[in-house]
């Protein structure tokens, strides 16, 4: 079973940079391909980005965040800058189920961590 979970989140102004992390047990890193997803307040859990292959990012993620991993860590991270107030949100990471399928859709996704609150405020 795979455990995940994230860290880092906090309150940020606008236009700053936070990076979050995503630690994970459970299952041989290296195998695991781990997405980031987020959720506002009364919005459904959308798709942020992965590093699958190659980078994957939301058209809300692309030149402003960017995912790393370090699998002597066994972590991987969301690098975030540039962040606006709609950014605010309950971040979560999340382990792809299979090699196939699309890496946007959430159904993709099995093990989730419990998330890690980001507020940016104006």
């Known amino acids: 079973q795979v455990q995940l979970v994230e860290s880092g989140g906090g309150l940020v102004q606008t236009g700053g940079s936070l990076t979050l992390s995503c630690a994970a047990s459970?299952?041989?890193?290296?195998?695991?391909?781990i997405g980031w997803f987020r959720q506002a307040p009364g919005k459904e859990r959308e798709f942020v980005g992965i590093?699958?292959?190659?980078?994957y990012y939301a058209d809300a993620a692309k030149g402003r965040y960017t995912i790393s991993r370090d699998n002597a860590k066994n972590t991987v991270y969301l690098h975030m800058s540039s962040l606006k107030p709609e950014d605010t949100a309950v971040y979560y990471c999340?382990?792809?189920?299979?090699?196939?399928?699309?890496?946007?859709?959430?159904?993709?996704?099995?093990?989730w961590g419990q998330g890690t609150q980001v507020t940016v405020s104006s």
């Open positions: 999340a382990t792809k189920k299979s090699t196939g399928g699309s890496v946007f859709s959430i159904a993709e996704y099995d093990h």
């Open positions: 459970g299952r041989t890193f290296s195998s695991l391909a």
């Open positions: 590093l699958y292959r190659s980078g």
